[in-house]
């Protein structure tokens, strides 16, 4: 059995059709966990997959500012971020991403890795991630 997970929903303009049928060809697994994501893109999902996905009442760089600042204090688990390679790089959350990397918070940016990432939590695979954080309170 799986532990409970925090995992953050994202995708570029483009891939947002991408990131609805993700979710919805795995929503009995992601409805296990608490799910984040910029204000925008959380009220997309919850009307087009009928999931639960906390919003983050900001902008779209604030948001990722926020998110950004949860990792560094490991307070998400996992990122699926479904980007579009071929779409200017100006909104790619850089922050986040960087923050993930030094923080050990692995991140799916297309769909091959994102179907990964959420079998090896169903997995428990990242099961892991409860003992790295209780080691920071001690």
């Known amino acids: 059995m799986c532990l409970i997970m925090k995992i953050v ?14 979710c919805i060809a795995y929503k009995s697994l992601l409805s296990k ?9 959380a009220k997309y999902l919850k009307t087009a997959v009928d999931i639960d996905v906390s919003g983050l009442n900001v902008d779209y760089l604030g948001g990722i500012a926020q998110l950004a600042s949860r ?7 996992c990122v699926i971020y479904l980007r ?4 200017d790089t100006v909104n790619i959350p850089y922050d986040l991403l960087n923050t993930c990397d030094q923080n050990n918070i692995p991140y799916a940016t ?29």
Not at 13 to 22: A, G, H, P, Q, S
Not at 119 to 133: A, E, P, Q
């Open 110 to 138: 297309n769909l091959a890795t994102a179907e990964i990432l959420i079998l090896s939590i169903d997995r428990g695979d990242l099961d892991y991630r409860t003992w790295i954080k209780d080691s920071k309170v001690s």
């Open 9 to 22: 929903l994202m995708a570029d303009n483009r891939k947002n059709e991408l990131l609805v049928n993700f």
């Open 84 to 87: 579009d390679a071929e779409e």
């Open 33 to 41: 966990h608490q799910l984040i994501s910029v204000y925008s893109t």
């Open 71 to 77: 990792a560094e204090f490991d307070e998400i688990d």
